[in-house]
């Protein structure tokens, strides 16, 4: 059975950083693109950044405070992808989330395929 989890949130201090992983089960990880996804209270989920089975890494967002910060990054050898998050902020304050699509492309296909989502709070 597919399965992804979510690990690594928590709480953290405004300018810290933390590193979620995104561990894969019951699937050829090799072949799917993973995709990491936040949803802040009271509004709607948003995409943050893909990596294809190529490895080859994009940005969901415009925002070029995300793109400046958050890095994505995956280790097929241990089933794992992994988002750098660096000088966080109270607004990054979201579950984050975790998705496959099996297309193996960032800009091809649907996710089909999602964790349950990790909690990430950034306050003094």
Known sequence: QLQLVESGGGLVQPGGSLRLSCAASGFTFDYYAIGWFRQAPAKEREGISCIS???A???LTDS???KGRFTIS???AKNLVYLQMN???PEDTAV???A????GLCRKGE???WGQGKQVTVSS
Do not use: I
């Open 53 to 55: 089975s190529s490895e």
């Open 57 to 59: 890494g994009t940005y």
């Open 74 to 76: 995956r280790d097929n």
């Open 87 to 89: 000088s966080l902020r």
């Open 96 to 98: 984050y989330y975790c």
């Open 111 to 113: 996710y089909g395929y």
């Open 100 to 103: 496959a699509k099996g297309s």
């Open 64 to 66: 070029v405070d995300v």
